[in-house]
């Protein structure tokens, strides 16, 4: 059986058995590339307690699936999955997984630079900090419209304009 | 006709997960905020045009100039911060 291409849990993940299942039974791999963002004990100076991770059920499983099949029609990526925590998470650990197939390293350094660019500002996951000073939501990143916008995608989230 | 609004985030913890709104059959996401933001008090502060928001219609991230069908899912939430 084949594992889904998206999960969105709270449980931790193991790299290593994630990406031996992602690649078992396919010989035409020949690149292998993986991505763990993991929480810093610092955010923009402030000592980071905890962060809380929401996100939109069903609709972020569905957008990071389109991700995964845009991947695929410009990389020729051969197997993608994402993983992506929610909740509570200390500082140190991992927050998001992706991983991806290729016959060869460029498409495979592509394909997951591109789909981590992707998931940073078009799938619904809001990050809510706890630090000394109290709990806030992480403002988004202008820097991350533009690494998308380096794919040619528009769509800015920082940026956003209003739209009259 | 009526549409199913859902709150994420900053919206949510102001004005609860969400609500049943019922709007006009020509209303688009935009006239949709514009109308919950003209109840004032929370709504005002929450979803007024002073604030960033982002939009989905039926669970794509959409532009507030969509047009809206009856017993569609229009969220409202803040820029994405995920990864």
């Known amino acids: 059986m084949t594992a889904p291409r998206v999960s969105i849990r709270a449980d931790d993940f193991d790299l290593g058995a994630e990406v031996a299942e992602l690649r078992a039974g396919d010989g035409g791999v020949g690149a292998v590339c993986a991505f763990v963002g993991t929480v810093r004990e610092r955010n923009e100076g402030a000592a980071v307690g905890s962060l809380e991770l929401e996100h939109y059920p069903g609709m972020t499983e569905a957008a990071i699936e389109s991700m995964i099949d845009e991947a695929t029609r410009r990389f020729g990526v051969r197997a993608a999955r994402v993983v992506h925590r929610i909740g509570k998470l200390a500082p140190s650990a991992q927050i998001v997984l992706v991983a991806v197939t290729a016959a060869h390293r460029g498409e495979a350094f592509r394909a997951c630079e591109f789909l981590m660019d992707y998931l940073k500002t078009q799938a619904p996951f809001w990050k809510k900090e706890t630090g000394p000073g109290g709990a806030r939501w992480v403002d988004a990143r202008v820097a991350d419209d533009d690494a998308l916008a380096r794919w040619g995608i528009g769509g800015g989230n920082a940026a956003a304009k209003e739209t009259r | ?83």
């Open chain 2, 1 to 83: 006709m009526k549409v199913v609004v859902r709150y994420f985030a900053a919206v949510r913890e102001a004005l609860g997960s969400g609500e049943d709104v019922e709007v006009d059959p020509r209303a688009d996401i935009a006239s949709l905020r514009d109308a919950l933001a003209a109840r004032g008090g929370r709504h005002a502060e929450a979803l007024g045009r002073q604030r960033v928001l982002r939009s989905a219609r039926n669970r794509v991230l959409c532009a507030e100039s969509a047009a809206l069908a009856d017993g569609d899912e229009v969220g409202f939430f803040p820029p994405l911060t995920g990864g």
